[in-house]
Structure formats: structure tokens, C-alpha cells
């Protein structure tokens, strides 16, 4: 298979930061890819690009050989491209069941779908289906703030799902996630795989990556050190250098 997604030269700079510089790499068709880097190296930036939230100073981002990078969230998101964010972006005074109406009424503008989130059955139907797959049924009802930090990201999954993407980026799924969920969550990804998803998942837990991971990119200062399978990046000196000498910059954008 080619890659699904091509992101070739990509450069964005807010100032005198160079966030990206000159990033090249692709995401193959039905793999689960991951991207890596020490904090502000540009990963968050990166996901920002592709999926449409910043425009890039220079390169460009294809999804099928057709350029995305200089379209609007809603047209990517329309293209095929799902996005969970670092933090979980969810309607907390909402129930979880309706969360996800919220979801399967999205082209429909984010007021009039709170509005009509009653949905019909076979939109209900279908949200149901989804909160059982991620495991979460149970909690239809319960006020989504009422949820833990791992159910948290399950339900965003879950909310994603809804479009039925054909790539799916996860923005630090595992981050603050108990180990039950985070097996549980894995299995999903892995399941969602198999089935034909193709994800690009951003994360510091290194033995989640490199047990979910068939290629892994890693990313330093903006610029990509290597893309290799998980062995090569783990043994590759650069990424050891970046990672035991990296500066504790603040995250970029998030």
C-alpha cells in the first residue's frame, strides 16, 4: 500500500520559533503509524496542520495524493481525516449518549445540533453501538463531566468514530489513562485497524507506541531524525540524543 497521508517540506514558524522545519514523511494506507519527539519538538503543530487548524509556511500535506493543507478543519474532517485533541474536547453538562447525537449531527453547525441532539433512533441506535465498542455503554446517561480521564477519551473516540474516518490521529490518547483503559484502548485501536483504519497517534508513552506502532517518526526541534520501525528508532543515536538531551520547552501549541 502508498501512503494515505503525504506531509512533504512542511515548515510554520509563529515569530522567531520555528515550530516545523522542512518536516517530510507519509502515513501508510491501513498501518498505525506513530509520531514522537521530546516536548516542543512540533507534534501537536503538526497534527494542527494536517487536520487543518494552521496553515503551513511552506510545504504541503496530501491525504490520497490530493493537497488538504490549505483547507478548513470542517473540510478536512469532511475529507476523511478524525482528530482527537490533547485535551478532551466534550460536552460536559451533556449525557454521554448525547454527546455523541452532538456528534452524528455535526454538518449541521454546533448550535443546532445541541438543539436537535434528541437525534433519530437510527442515529441513536448507531451512537449506542459506538459507546459499546469503546466500552462505555453503560454510561449513556451519566453527565459526560462525571467521567473519568480514560472514560473521558473513550467517549471521544467514540465521538470520532461517528464519521466513520478513513484516518483517525489521536493527539496523547494514553496520557493520564489507568492501565485497564489503556489495554482496553489499545485493543480498540487495534481492532479499528484491522478493519481497515489507518491512525497517526501522537504520544510520550513509548512502550504504548512501540507495542501499537509498526513505523514510528520522530520529530526534534521541528525537523524528522528518523522514521523506522520501533527497533530502528530505539536504537537509532539521534533519537537517544534528542530524547536524553532535549531542552524542557513548553509544548507547542496545546
Avoid at 470520532?160 to 489503556?182: F, H, K, M, R, Y
Wanted: glycine fraction near 12%; include cysteine.
Amino acid at each position: 500500500m502508498g501512503s494515505l497521508i503525504e506531509i512533504e517540506g512542511v515548515s510554520k514558524a509563529y515569530g522567531g520559533l520555528r515550530a516545523l522545519d522542512q518536516a517530510t514523511f507519509g502515513v501508510e494506507e491501513g498501518s498505525i503509524a506513530g509520531l514522537i519527539g521530546p516536548n516542543g519538538s512540533g507534534k501537536t503543530t503538526l497534527f494542527n496542520v494536517v487536520t487543518g487548524y494552521e496553515r503551513p509556511d511552506a510545504g504541503e500535506v496530501r491525504l490520497r495524493g490530493e493537497p488538504i493543507h490549505l483547507l478548513r478543519p470542517d473540510e478536512v474532517f469532511a475529507r476523511g481525516v478524525g482528530r482527537t485533541f490533547q485535551l478532551t474536547r466534550i460536552f460536559g453538562r451533556l449525557s454521554v449518549l448525547e454527546n455523541m447525537l452532538v456528534a452524528t449531527q455535526r454538518h449541521e453547525g454546533w448550535l443546532r445540533s445541541v438543539v436537535r441532539r434528541a437525534g433519530s433512533q437510527a442515529e441513536r441506535d448507531r451512537a449506542r453501538d459506538l459507546l459499546e465498542f469503546v466500552g462505555i455503554a453503560q454510561l449513556e446517561t451519566h453527565p459526560a463531566a462525571s467521567l473519568s480521564y480514560g472514560q473521558r477519551r473513550l467517549l471521544e473516540l467514540a465521538y470520532v468514530l461517528v464519521a466513520d474516518p478513513q484516518v483517525i490521529l489521536l493527539d496523547e490518547p494514553a496520557g493520564g489513562v489507568n492501565p485497564s483503559l489503556l489495554n482496553h484502548l489499545a485493543d480498540r485501536i487495534r481492532e479499528l485497524n484491522d478493519a481497515g483504519k489507518t491512525f497517526l497517534i501522537v504520544e510520550h508513552d513509548m512502550g504504548f507506541v512501540m507495542d501499537l506502532c509498526a513505523r514510528i517518526t520522530v520529530l526534534d526541534q521541528g525537523r524528522v531524525l528518523i522514521t523506522g520501525s520501533p527497533v530502528e528508532v530505539r536504537n537509532d543515536p539521534a533519537v537517544l540524543d534528542a530524547y536524553l538531551g532535549g531542552a524542557d520547552d513548553e509544548e507547542d501549541a496545546a
